[in-house]
């Protein structure tokens, strides 16, 4: 299966989730922003020019393969493009697993990250698109453990 974290920019709630889910940062506990940083090197990292690129991160231990998304304003389309591309690729559209994080972004997440990413402002965006997603960590990591007992769940049948 292949699991696609997804949302506005594929910057911070998506590639933060899909760490959370490969075990590179911890579901039990918020890291510190340092950890962050240092286990993911593309925290905060795409541009606006990266929308719409689908992107490894690695495998589970399950040996689903994990991919992130910004998909912009286009988040409906590129999911159905997705969807329809792995249909004509002859795969199964059980195939394929979407989860979108932007349930989890809160207000700073969403203004560092605009400060960041869409404006160049890393200098003042970064911390403080650094602190929102650690007041959101506790989201990510509930929808991650909930994400992942739902695919276990389709792996039963």
């Not at 889910?21 to 940083?37: N, S, T, V, Y």
């Not at 490894?56 to 286009?74: C, F, I």
């Not at 909930?146 to 039963?156: L, N, T």
Request: with cysteine.
């Amino acid at each position: 299966m292949k699991i696609i974290y997804h949302d506005y920019g594929g910057s911070h709630s998506s590639v933060t989730a899909a760490a959370i889910h490969l075990g590179i940062l911890p579901a039990d506990r918020i890291p510190k922003a340092e950890e962050i940083m240092k286990k993911v090197p593309h925290f905060d990292g795409l541009n606006p020019k990266d929308h719409g690129r689908v992107l490894y991160r690695g495998t589970d231990e399950m040996g689903n393969q994990v991919y992130t998304l910004g998909s912009a304003t286009a988040g409906k389309v590129a999911l159905n493009a997705i969807n329809d591309t792995t249909n004509l690729w002859g795969q199964k559209k059980e195939d394929l697993f979407f989860v979108y994080t932007m349930p989890c972004v809160n207000l700073i997440m969403m203004i560092g990250g605009c400060l960041s990413r869409a404006l160049g402002l890393i200098a003042i965006g970064r911390p403080i698109v650094m602190y929102g997603t650690l007041k959101a960590y506790p989201n990510l990591s509930n929808l991650v453990t909930r994400k992942k007992r739902e695919i276990k769940e389709f792996y039963k049948r």
